[in-house]
């Protein structure tokens, strides 16, 4: 059974950072395409950006680049999204989430419960 646990969410000032974590379960994720989605309030989900099997990065939303880094330690199947120069706009759930490719394709087909952030002063 797919499990996926995301943790390290909260409150932080704009310009702050945070250090998502997603703790995999019920299957080896080094195969897979990982991917961090997020959904505002009264907003639909989106998709933020994508770690393929080969550790390739694709951003779906163009304001995280240079400030978001999706990354995997296949060893603890675990995936990690590091949040830097945080602004209100980033607020939302968090969700990590995979699909059933090795290649990011903005697809998926599992999520977990998501962890919230908010940043404000």
Not at 37 to 53: F, H, M, T
Not at 68 to 97: G, W
Request: proline share 2%; hydrophobic share 30%.
């Amino acid at each position: 059974q797919v499990q996926l646990v995301e943790s390290g969410g909260g409150l932080v000032q704009p310009g702050g950072s945070l250090r998502l974590s997603c703790a995999a379960s019920g299957f080896t994720l080094d195969y897979y395409a990982m991917y961090w989605l997020r959904q505002a309030p009264g907003k639909e989900r989106e998709g933020v950006l994508c770690i393929s099997s080969r550790n390739e990065t694709e951003y779906y939303v163009n304001s995280v680049k240079g400030r978001f880094t999706i990354s995997r330690d296949n060893a603890k199947n675990t995936v990690y999204l590091q949040m830097n120069s945080l602004k209100p706009e980033d607020t939302a759930v968090y969700h990590c989430a995979t699909g059933t490719v090795a290649w990011c394709e903005d697809e998926y087909d599992y999520w977990g419960q998501g962890t919230q952030v908010t940043v404000s002063s």
